[in-house]
């Protein structure tokens, strides 16, 4: 067991899904577009030059802030950051230091021994996106569509101590930011990128050794694999005698591998200094008020009231507050099907969420809606249906896009509950496999399985399969 205890800190760079960039009205999002299309004077950094702030990103950002459980702030400023990289036009960054959008916050973590982490945050703050630099053999490509782009930069305390709580953390606020509607988040494509910041100390000890770097992860996957690599590096170093450098490092997914890019930067490297084409950001209480009113019931609140007020399993719990729409959805149906919360949610778990996949819909984007679905239940309740013909039914409302009820008249998939009909089926069963009769007679009494799909699938999955059971154990005696 190895006697290093891990730490390891987060900075995470959030797109935020505005219309428009942040200082300038170019659209934000750029994603398929040609290279350096989405480009004006203000966000290449021409000179005579005067960045306006965009409303939406400053609201967006304090609705993370309470999510976050942050304090947000009436008065806050931006600064320039300045550092020089080729896809930076201006030579600097508009960004908040001292006095940014919100102070402290945290999310707490659920861990699997079912204990939970509180994660502080040291910092949350605006910012405004870079280029991209593409390299190609022999030169270098810049595309600008990017500079602009509205961020949030969240930087936690270096509270995780394991590469696989960090990335479960990744997700974790991947799906806040999806949750409350301020960013989509695809780190495909570049909504939401992470730094890690990793160290190592003996177990029992509260310093903290200098750490190193691990740059621009666009993957939680690849993230985890850099992590656990650099953890291994750094141990295999101390006890060689060496000392870690706070170096930036790249990682290769493809070699597994991580490399050197230069030496950290520290806070005085960048000068910053307060943006002098700006004004502070002044947020009056009443509109503060109405943006945390505005949030809804947050994912880890309505997972707990999910096991407690409908006593669901927690796995099932989690899966149905996994996205925002399926929650909602879920809260649909019990609106329409209040009696069994259990059986909804299998429904929608084991049913409709393979349609979704299926389809590459989104709950919001099927035309079975949570009241066809309730629908549906209910039909299997009154026994109008069976279970078998209901999964049947889930798929044909979504197909035919028509009701459900109407689908079972049309159809003529009403439930055989007529003892006669079915007593017939069951004698041609019988008298059709008498292989299979005799097994059962000699005691395997698993064969009743057998003989009950026979009937099932020459009733055209229509009979009642209890009542098949009764009859054929009659029969068979």
Partial sequence: MSSYEVVIGLEIHVQ????????????????????????????????????????????????????????????????????????????????????????????????????????????????????????????????????????????????????????????????????????EASMEKGQMRFDANVSIREKGATILNPKTEIKNVNSVEHGRDAMKAEIKRQIKEVEAGNKIASWTLDWNEDTQTLSKMRSKETEADYRYFKEPDLLAVKLREERIKELVESLPELPLDRESRFIEEYKLPAREAKVLTSEKQLSDYFEGIIKHYPQKPKQAANALINDVLGLMNELHLSAAELFLTPEHLAEILKLIDEEVINTSTGKELIRKTQNLQKDPREIVEEEGLAQVTDSGAIESICQDVIQGNPSQVEQYKSGKGGVIGWLIGQVMAKSGGKADPQLVRELLEKLLK
């Fill in 16 to 183: 935020l899904n505005t219309k428009s960039k942040i200082f300038c009205a170019c659209k934000a999002d750029s994603w398929g577009d040609p290279p350096n299309t989405n480009i004006c004077p203000v966000c290449t950094g021409q000179p005579g030059i005067l960045p306006v702030p965009n409303q939406a990103v400053i609201e967006k950002a304090v609705l993370l802030a309470a999510a976050l459980n942050a304090d947000i702030q009436p008065v806050s400023f931006f600064d320039r950051k300045n550092y020089f990289y080729p896809d930076l036009p201006k030579g600097y960054q508009i960004s908040q230091y001292d006095l940014a959008i919100a102070k402290g916050g945290f999310m707490d973590l659920p861990l699997e021994d079912g204990s939970t982490r509180r994660v502080q945050i040291e910092k949350l703050h605006i910012e405004e996106d870079a280029g991209k630099t593409i390299h190609k053999p022999g030169r270098r490509l810049l595309d600008f569509n990017r500079c602009g782009v509205p961020l949030v930069e969240m930087v936690t305390a270096p509270d995780l101590r394991s590469a696989d709580e960090a990335a479960n953390f990744i997700r974790q606020f991947r799906q806040l930011l999806r949750w409350i509607g301020v960013s």
